[in-house]
């Protein structure tokens, strides 16, 4: 059974950090490229930030980039997300998401918000 498992949402505020955990399950994590997507409400769900199997390649979404940073254990079977200097507009709640060329996983989701 796949099991992709977020925690570590809450309340923040503007100007705090946060750190999003992604339990994985039922599949092979070193295989498959990890994201991070977030939907605030009214709007489309985004993509925040990918990393490859072996970590080598981060990339961001120009929001986020130089205040996220994503990470992975793969003997943890684990990604995770460092949000730092949170704003308002990160509001949102977060998806974690396991993707291969074949197969593709979302776990529930983790409410962010920022407000003070």
């Known amino acids: 059974q796949v099991q992709l498992v977020e925690s570590g949402g809450g309340l923040v505020q503007p100007g705090g950090s946060l750190r999003l955990s992604c339990v994985a399950s039922?599949?092979?994590?070193?295989?498959?490229?990890m994201k991070w997507y977030r939907q605030a409400p009214g709007k489309e769900r985004e993509l925040v930030a990918g990393?490859?199997?072996?970590?080598?390649?981060?990339n961001y979404a120009a929001s986020v980039k130089g205040r996220f940073t994503i990470s992975r254990d793969n003997a943890k079977n684990t990604a995770y997300l460092h949000m730092n200097t949170l704003k308002p507009e990160d509001t949102a709640v977060y998806y974690c998401?396991?993707?291969?060329?074949?197969?593709?996983?979302w776990g529930q989701g983790t409410q962010v918000t920022v407000s003070s």
């Open positions: 998401n396991a993707n291969s060329y074949d197969n593709d996983y």
């Open positions: 039922g599949f092979t994590f070193s295989s498959y490229v």
């Open positions: 990393l490859t199997r072996t970590s080598a390649i981060p």
